[in-house]
Nanobody, 121 residues
Framework: QVQLVESGGGLVQPGGSLRLSCAASGSIFSINAMAWYRQAPGKQRELVGGLISGGSADYADSVKGRFTISRDNAENTIYLQMNSLKPEDTAVYYC???????????????WGQGTQVTVSS
C-alpha cells in the first residue's frame, strides 16, 4: 500500500505564509502526478494545483501568483508554498498522488489525511 502524510498546516494571519509538505511512502514504483486539493466547511473539495511528473505545475485561478507547488522526486514529496494568504484560503488541505506500484501496473489514486489551514486575525 501507499501512504501520504501531510504536514505544515496551522493558524496564520491574513497576508502570512505557510508551507505544506506531503510525503509518499510504501509500495511505489513511480508517481505519475501529485496534487493539492482543499475543502472548506460546507463546500466541495476543489483542486488547488497539481504537478505531472516531468511537467510544470498548474494552479486554480484563485491561488495563481500566491501559491507555488514543487516536488522532490527523490523523496517522493510535494510541497505547497502559500503566500499572501486570505481568510478564504481557510480549509483542510489534502494531498493526492497517482501511483504506479509495479512496472506496467495501472495507476492508483491515493489521498492523505488532510491538514487544517486557518487564516484569521
Amino acid at each position: 500500500q501507499v501512504q501520504l502524510v501531510e504536514s505544515g498546516g496551522g493558524l496564520v494571519q491574513p497576508g502570512g505564509s505557510l508551507r505544506l509538505s506531503c510525503a509518499a511512502s510504501g509500495s511505489i514504483f513511480s508517481i505519475n502526478a501529485m496534487a493539492w486539493y482543499r475543502q472548506a466547511p460546507g463546500k466541495q473539495r476543489e483542486l488547488v494545483g497539481g504537478l505531472i511528473s516531468g511537467g510544470s505545475a498548474d494552479y486554480a485561478d484563485s491561488v495563481k501568483g500566491r501559491f507555488t507547488i514543487s516536488r522532490d522526486n527523490a523523496e517522493n514529496t510535494i510541497y505547497l508554498q502559500m503566500n499572501s494568504l486570505k481568510p478564504e484560503d481557510t480549509a483542510v488541505y489534502y494531498c493526492n498522488a497517482a501511483v504506479r506500484q509495479t512496472i506496467g501496473s495501472r495507476l492508483y489514486n491515493y489521498w492523505g489525511q488532510g491538514t487544517q489551514v486557518t487564516v484569521s486575525s
